[in-house]
């Protein structure tokens, strides 16, 4: 069976990047005569007011790698934005990366090497984004 998904058309900021929905949307975004399901897709940057019309208030996305908050009027994924990591505003400094809500420097983590989620080997560091960098 082929999963529908449905994209929003709000005003776009980003279109580089879409946030697919883990669950349906809030009652307050369903508008009459529709419905809208799990798999529904909102686009980076999309439109939100925290107090009504707000799409992406805590909204799990992209099999649960994804959690959308409105922040200045724009869905951010607060999981993998650098300026909105962890909660709204919550920008990393200059060489990190956010992984999973957390600021990280990915040239020496070896659990974020490079980029959010590569391990390096059991008994090898990460130097320089690199795993074993001699």
């Known amino acids: 069976m082929e999963s529908t998904r449905k994209t929003l058309s709000l005003e ?19 508008r009459s005569g529709s419905r809208f399901l799990a798999g529904t897709v ?6 939100c007011r925290a107090e009504r019309f707000n799409i992406c208030n ?8 994804g959690l959308l908050r409105c922040c200045k009027k724009h869905c951010r994924d ?21 992984c999973n809500g957390k600021c990280t420097n990915v040239a020496f983590n ?18 320089y984004g690199t795993c074993g960098y001699a």
Do not use: H, M
């Not at 805590?58 to 790698?65: E, F, I, M, S």
């Not at 070896?110 to 130097?127: E, F, I, L």
């Open 12 to 30: 776009i900021e980003d279109e580089d990047e879409e946030y697919v929905l883990d669950t349906p949307p809030p009652a307050s975004f369903i």
């Open 42 to 47: 909102v686009k980076k940057g999309a439109q």
């Open 58 to 65: 805590g909204v799990p996305a992209n099999a649960g790698t």
């Open 78 to 98: 607060v999981l993998a934005d650098k300026n909105n990591c962890g909660q709204c505003d919550n920008r990393c400094k200059f060489g990190e990366s956010c």
């Open 110 to 127: 070896a659990n974020n090497c490079g980029t959010c989620g590569k391990r390096c080997s059991p008994g090898v560091k990460c130097r």
